[in-house]
């Protein structure tokens, strides 16, 4: 029931054929613009009001659009527009649509596609409607910069296009598939970047799937220190695709390794008040003081009351749950291992991994178990099979 659920649920993404495929994301969420420019990159950009075609915008002009008396007002050197509802700029073939929020003033973005401007509470609101692959590109750009190899880009745009598919419906209620901040994935228009672009065509319309044809959700966190983390070690809920292996690729890299001391007073007296360990019974003192795991684990102490590194990562705002505890004078000494929660892809291995050149697919099998590629278009197969 979950599989044919989720693969209905994308049915109604698919905007005609997948290799046609457009998403709808809310750009500048969330921060409140009540004016800003439009203009284009290139060619004339047509203004359509409320759904119908009012004029063009000329390259070297430019749209100020504001709300005003419960209208919105588009204003250029060549003319004025209002519309009850939207007003929609759509740039030609090649072309992109500069914004740049005035009020508050905000850094220019430029976008491809369509811009979709509507006014809600008095706020502007922008939906870029854009290919899928566009806009991976520009997620992939935003998230990973431009300093990595080939391959983590293509690893990248088919985590990113999955991810886009399986959420793409968190603002259903809004009338857009996703926003551009953090809730969603972060994406400031399109990429500049040749590899990046090159890498979405590359992988285009590719998605990640588990044993079971359901979009994974793909996991990632900076260095996992040499070993990764079961998902149900974190969240209780175990995900067939999210378990642990062993990792050498980024033993060498900067989020190795790290440590941190701790007067030993504060350490033993937080053990007694959050965890009631009794720190005057040696057996108990000597776990809390020497702790040296030979792989990850999931308590500092062998007896109870146990202490989850979970509990002690959050408590202490450690970089990770993997590290070994030591007794120099009146400090302990945290040697660890790894930087974040330690499930699913490793970044920083990812990285190394690329940068060997070894393929994309061979990446994402190293950090994910039993997972598939497969292409959008197969999902339609399968929708169809469930039915
Ligand atoms: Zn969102
Ligand atoms: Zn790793």
Not at 352 to 360: C, H, K, L, V, W
Request: aromatic residues 8%; neutral net charge.
């Amino acid at each position: 029931m979950r599989v044919i659920g989720t693969v209905l649920g994308l049915a109604m993404v698919l905007q005609g054929t997948a290799q046609f495929q457009e998403v709808q994301v809310a750009v500048l969420y969330g921060k409140g613009v009540r004016s800003a420019t439009v203009m284009g990159t290139r060619g004339n950009v047509a203004i359509l009001a409320d759904g119908r075609q009012v004029g063009e915008l000329a390259p070297n002009d430019g749209l100020r659009l504001t709300w005003e008396d419960g209208r919105l007002v588009g204003r250029s050197l060549a003319a004025r527009y209002t519309a009850r509802e939207r007003i929609t700029l759509r740039a030609p073939a090649g072309g992109g649509i500069r914004l740049r929020a005035v009020v508050p003033k905000l850094p220019e973005r430029v976008y491809n596609g369509m811009l979709d401007v509507r006014a809600v509470e008095g706020e502007l609101r922008f939906v870029n409607e854009v290919r899928l692959e566009d806009y991976v590109a520009g997620v992939v750009e935003s998230e990973a910069g431009a300093q990595q190899a080939p391959e983590y880009y293509k690893l990248q745009a088919v985590s990113c296009r999955t991810y886009a598919l399986a959420n793409a419906r968190k603002h259903a209620a809004e009338g857009f598939e996703l926003c551009d901040q953090v809730h969603c994935q972060v994406y400031k228009g399109r990429a500049m970047h040749a590899p990046i672009t090159e890498a979405a065509q590359a992988t285009r319309g590719m998605v990640v799937v588990d044993a079971s044809i359901r979009l994974i959700h793909a996991t990632f966190h900076s260095n996992c220190g040499g070993e990764t983390l079961n998902a149900e070690d974190l969240w209780s809920k175990p995900e067939p695709y999210l378990q642990a292996v062993t990792d050498s690729f980024c033993l060498a890299q900067p989020h190795a390794t790290w440590s941190m001391a701790i007067p030993k007073t504060e350490w033993l007296g937080y053990m007694e008040r959050k965890h009631g360990l009794r720190t005057n019974d040696p057996a108990v003192l000597s776990e809390l003081l020497a702790h040296e795991p030979r792989c990850r684990g999931l308590y500092l102490n062998a007896h109870a009351p146990l202490v989850p590194l979970k509990q002690l990562r959050e408590d202490w705002k450690l970089r990770s749950t993997y590290f070994t505890v030591r007794t120099v004078g009146d400090q302990v000494l945290l040697d660890g291992r790894g930087f974040g929660h330690g499930v699913g892809l490793c970044q920083e291995g990812a990285m190394e991994m690329a940068r060997r050149g070894i393929p994309f697919t061979d990446i994402l099998h190293h950090y994910y178990n039993d997972v598939h590629l497969i292409d959008l278009s197969h999902l339609d197969f399968f929708r169809d099979e469930g039915r």
